[in-house]
Every structure is written in structure tokens, then in C-alpha cells.
């Protein structure tokens, strides 16, 4: 392991260990969210208005776009100044135990594999504290997916949805809890992902909780429609989170029959995925007209829609990156190689999936607001 640890790519686990990538993610993805809310705010989106952070029955003002963005940035900044140099000193540590792994104490070993999960409890806690909102809506979606109607809606329709962009630094958090519990005195812990998590197929169900939990809450949202259009909607909605389950059982087969060539009906599952998915989200959430194959998309004769806070162009490159992360896999296969190698490829794969979920939000909160903003401020 010490050899190992002098190539780059021992290099880069001790640096980014499989958890600690996970929680860099996080707090990745809180600064994008807080960027994103201030560059809508400039664009003259009201995303207090989207974005609910107190009750909406309740007799008390609203929270206004400033403050909001000032609470998000104050939480990020909290727990940046924590964890960064939490996550250096980690790495510094797991760096004295890979060169001597004989000869550090056990205690220390310990303390290096179970730091990440106390760094997730502590972002969990900051988060959780500092927006009751927040609170609320995980409670609910922990809740077998319960989700609440507007004027909540898209606050559990963002949250949710990020989750299943998060789905595979998740399972490299689940593998390490499953390592720690076995063998928390062992540097791999951090470093390897668990083989026996993924003999019983941990991975699998960690990365499917979040498309199930929004398949539920497709379900929740059709079962309490009020007109077909609706129900419509929602059913097809939850199509497109349960086409990951033929994929998942090809997998799981494929693992039960390694002797056998794996079938290529597992890449005609993921292409229809990829493709269900990118067609919902050009038109259903982003509400854009040239994959709109609909009556009223017909009748509507647009290639984008009327009412933009953004160039047309944008919403082009926005849907070309789109494109191409989600059918990333497919250049991959047909090339049949990888960008880089190893970890470095799957944290590469991660980074992103979070980018095309941030550009994701973009668009779908500005499709909100276009829907019932001010159309003085959006551009034609």
C-alpha cells in the first residue's frame, strides 16, 4: 500500500477518500445552490416566492430573496470553516497510517474511519438547525415519500429530485458504513469499497431509494389529482422513475450469474431511461416546445416557450449539457474507455451528474416562475 500511495491514484484516495468525496459533494452542492439562488435572484426571479423557508398558513412575513440567500450562504460558510480543514486533517492522518500501518495505534485508525461520518452528522445538524423548512420536508420524504401540495410542492420536488442525483455518492457513503461496522480499525475502510456490501447488493438498493421515494410520491400526487391532465402527468411522471427497476434486476442477474456473458438487454433499459428522462425534462419540467409532441404542444408552435428570463441560447446549451451527461455512459461504451481511470472516473461521473442537476434547477425553477411570474420581466 505504501508503493500504491506514490502513484496518482494513490494519491488521489488519500486526498479523496471514497466517503469524504461524498461529503465534498455536499458541500459543493450547497455553494451551487446558494450561486444559483443569487444569479435567479439578478435575473428578477422572486425565489422567495418559489422557494418556501416558512409555514404558508402561517401569519407571519415572508422571508425575502435577500434574507434567504443570506441564511443559505451563512450556513455554507459555517460549515466550510468546519469541514475543510476537518477533511485536510483527515487526509494528513490517513497519509501517517498508509506509510505505517503497523505502527500506528489502533485508536488512531479508528478515528481516521469514522471522521467522515462524523462530518456528515455535522452538516446534517447545521443544515437541519438552521432551516425548519428543511427539517419538514426530509420528516415528510422519510415518510414513505409523503410530499405536500403547493405552494410546497417544489420545495419537495427539488430536494427530491437532487437526492437521485446524489445516488452514487451515496452508495460509496453506504459501502464505507458497511465497512466501518464490519472492520472500523482497518485504514481500507476509507480507502476500498465494502465487498460485502456489494455481495448483498447494498449498493443497489441505496442508489434505487431515491427514484423509489419519488416513484411514491408520483403515486401520492395521482392518487389526490383533480383532473386527468393531472393524473396524467403524474403516472407518466412515476413511468420514468420506475424504468431504473429493469435495469437494477439485470444487474442484480448479471451478479448472480458471473460465469455468464452479461445480456445486452440491460443497455436497451438504460437508453430508454436516458431518453425518457431527458424528453421530461426539455418539456415537462423545463416546459420547452421542440420535443413537445403533445395537442397543446402542437398548437403551441414553439421551439422554446414565449416567456424566458434567460437568452435562447442558454436554454440550448442547457439542454445540450443535459443531453450529454445522460448519455454519457453510452460514448463510454461505444469508445469503450473511460476519461480517466478508476476512482478518478467515478468521482469525475459524480461531479457531473451534480453540475447537470444544478443546470437542472435552473431551468426548472425559471420555468416557475415563468409559469406564474411577472411576464414584464421574463424575455420573449
Known sequence: MKENAETPLGRFLIFFPVPQRAIFLLIAGLWLWSWQLSILSKRGIDVSKL???NDPYAIRPRTSSMSLIASIRGSNAKITKILIPWQIATSFLLQMVVNDPYGVPAWLVCLVNISPLCQLVTVATILLSSSPMLARCVKNILRFGNIEPKPLRLNYI?????????????????????HLLIDPVNYNCIVSKSSLGIALNLDIMIGIAP?????????????????????????????????????????????????????????WFMFFHSAYSFWWDLTMDWNLGFLNFSQSG?????????????????????????????????????????????????????????LRRWVWIFIRVEAEASEGGNPEKSQD
Open 211 to 267: 427514484a423509489v421515494t419519488r416513484f411514491v410520491q408520483c403515486l401520492r400526487e395521482w392518487n389526490r389529482s383533480s383532473s386527468k391532465a393531472q393524473a396524467y402527468s403524474s403516472i407518466f411522471n412515476a413511468l420514468k422513475y420506475a424504468s431504473n427497476l429493469p435495469i437494477l434486476v439485470c444487474t442484480v442477474l448479471a451478479r448472480a450469474n458471473v460465469e455468464k456473458s452479461p445480456s445486452n438487454n440491460i443497455f
Open 158 to 178: 427539488l430536494l427530491s429530485d437532487t437526492l437521485t442525483s446524489y445516488n452514487k455518492p451515496m452508495i460509496d457513503f453506504g459501502l464505507y458504513l458497511c
Open 51 to 53: 422557494i418556501i423557508t
Open 298 to 354: 402542437m398548437t403551441r408552435n414553439e421551439v422554446l416557450r414565449k416567456r424566458r428570463y434567460f437568452s435562447p441560447f442558454a436554454y440550448y446549451i442547457c439542454a445540450g449539457f443535459d443531453f450529454t451527461v445522460r448519455f454519457f455512459w453510452l460514448w463510454e461504451l461505444f469508445a469503450g474507455r473511460t476519461v480517466f481511470e478508476g476512482e478518478i472516473n467515478f468521482f469525475f461521473l459524480e461531479i457531473l451528474e451534480i
